[in-house]
C-alpha cells in the first residue's frame, strides 16, 4: 500500500509538470513575435552600434525615418547616400543630403523610394560615415529594423 501511494504521487507530479512545460512553450511562442522582434531591432540599435546610434525610426508608405545620434567624441558626417536600407528585395539609399552629426545630438533622416509598407516591416540598414580621424567607416546591422508601419 506504500508503495502504491507513493507511485501516484509521481504519477501526478509528472503530469503537472507536462502540463507546465506545455504551458511555458506556448508563452514563449507567442513571446517571440512581431512585438518581441520590434523591441530586439530598438535596443540593438539603440544600444549596440557606436558612434552612430538609431534612437527612433518609423516606415510610412515609402519613407523610412530615422533618429539619429552621435555619441562619439567627434562629429560624425554621413554623405548623401551614406544609408543603405535593403529588404532583401529592394535597397535604397538616403540621405539626400549629407548630414553632419555633432557629438551627442540627435537629427532626424528620412529615406524615401523604398518599397510601400503596408503592414509591417523588416529592413537591414548600414551606415557609412567619416570624423576627422576616420576616413570612412561603416556601421553594418547586424539585426534588421522591425516594426509596425505608420499612418
Request: with cysteine.
Amino acid at each position: 500500500m506504500k508503495g502504491q501511494g507513493a507511485t501516484e504521487y509521481l504519477v501526478i507530479l509528472a503530469v503537472v509538470l507536462i502540463i507546465a512545460l506545455v504551458a511555458i512553450g506556448i508563452i514563449s511562442q507567442q513571446a517571440s513575435g512581431s512585438g518581441a522582434s520590434e523591441k530586439t531591432s530598438r535596443i540593438y540599435w539603440k544600444s549596440e552600434v557606436f558612434p552612430v546610434v538609431v534612437e527612433d525610426y518609423s516606415y510610412s508608405a515609402t519613407t523610412l525615418t530615422l533618429v539619429l545620434n552621435n555619441r562619439g567624441s567627434e562629429a560624425a558626417t554621413i554623405a548623401a547616400s551614406g544609408i543603405s536600407v535593403s529588404d532583401g528585395t529592394t535597397t535604397v539609399a538616403g540621405p539626400a543630403a549629407q548630414v553632419i552629426l555633432t557629438p551627442g545630438t540627435a537629427t532626424t533622416v528620412t529615406i524615401t523610394g523604398a518599397p510601400i509598407c503596408t503592414n509591417t516591416f523588416s529592413s537591414y540598414a548600414n551606415i557609412t560615415y567619416k570624423t576627422n580621424t576616420v576616413p570612412t567607416a561603416k556601421i553594418v546591422g547586424q539585426k534588421a529594423l522591425v516594426g509596425t508601419c505608420s499612418g
